[in-house]
């Protein structure tokens, strides 16, 4: 009887401390998801790291970031890398993949200097990925010498190690484009306050060229940039090249390219207007017309076919081309 009530005692001590612990770890995931709804990421100092990553009763996942963001650090790039992981935090926070097992984290040097001397980090930025009631391994923490700190490049990570698939949503920047309507408009105001002193401005060839200048730089890729804002070239170590493989996907050095590229769509535009000025150039023998309209034709198929074979190496498996291959 007497071992009884001690099995008794030890089984009713043990289901306490089960159900207790199970209430600590709902009552954390509860505030997490809080603190979630409220900001993509949870700014931790020294007590919430000890209380809800440190310990040991912890069912959930947490990718911290851990920063120096003060002036007085100096850490160039710890802004840059916080934007990054802002944006990937804002993605998860309004995509389907969000729930209350995975939580985003950032701990600053000067709130959490204890969690630094406690992982032994003497730089920042640095991404960890703490996994469900296990301390993080060296592959749980982002080798950003390789990848770099892009938020591309932080999801493949977190797939990698936590196995969430998160699409970005990079906020617009019109602030460019803006700039540009803005600086068109000054120009094209002063040009109408000025306009019996720039008659040549009245000529629709002119026009017609500014026009296709303008249609060029947009369609080029700026647009795209400035909502999406790639890279500015492969910042995986392994592809050094310009061109992104994906279709869908254009960095900004190749934009730049791209605009080079532009110029000969720019020659192309100027042969066929050539082709369209010839006949009405006036020529007593029409020897003038001719050579006008031969260097169109020239320049049109060199220029085209240049430009054609340039797709097909971008997009493979294109089937036409034209004289060059």
């Not at 159900?19 to 770890?25: F, G, M, N």
């Not at 963001?69 to 935090?89: G, H, N, T």
């Not at 100027?270 to 023998?285: D, F, M």
Request: include cysteine; aromatic fraction near 16%; charged fraction near 15%.
């Amino acid at each position: 009887m007497k071992y009884f009530v001690y099995l008794f005692f030890i089984c009713a001590c043990i289901t306490l401390n089960v159900l207790s612990e199970e209430d600590v770890l709902s009552d954390k995931i509860q505030q997490l998801t809080q603190w979630s709804l409220k900001k993509p990421i949870i700014r931790l100092n020294n007590e919430h790291f000890k209380h809800y990553v440190k310990a040991s009763s912890r069912n959930y996942s947490m990718f911290i970031m851990f920063t120096a963001l003060s002036p007085q650090r100096q850490c160039s790039i710890c802004k840059q890398a916080y934007d990054e992981f802002q944006i990937v935090a804002q993605s998860y926070r309004y995509s389907n993949a969000f729930s209350n097992s995975v939580f985003f984290g950032m701990v600053d040097f000067d709130d959490g200097s204890d969690a630094f001397q406690y992982l032994k980090l003497n730089t920042a930025p640095v991404f960890i990925y703490f996994p469900p009631k296990m301390k993080p391994k060296k592959s749980d923490y982002m080798d950003l010498s390789r990848s770099g700190f892009s938020a591309e490049q932080i999801i493949k990570w977190i797939h990698d190690r936590a196995d969430v698939e998160i699409q970005i949503y990079r906020p617009p920047n019109y602030s460019g484009f803006l700039l540009v309507i803005l600086m068109i408009t000054m120009i094209l105001g002063l040009l109408y306050v000025k306009r019996d002193s720039f008659k040549f401005l009245f000529n629709h060839i002119v026009w017609g060229i500014f026009i296709i200048g303008i249609v060029c730089y947009f369609i080029s890729g700026q647009t795209w940039n400035l909502i999406n804002g790639p890279p500015f070239m492969p910042q995986n170590k392994n592809n050094m090249g310009l061109f992104a493989d994906d279709s869908n996907m254009q960095y900004i050095a190749e934009t730049y390219i791209v605009q080079i590229l532009f110029f000969l769509h720019f020659g192309v535009s100027i042969g066929v207007i050539l082709l369209n000025e010839a006949p009405k150039l006036k020529s007593q023998t029409g020897k003038r017309n001719s050579f006008v309209a031969a260097v169109g034709i020239v320049v049109v198929v060199i220029l085209f076919s240049y430009l054609l074979s340039i797709f097909r190496s971008k997009y493979q498996g294109y089937p036409y081309s034209f004289l060059i291959k």
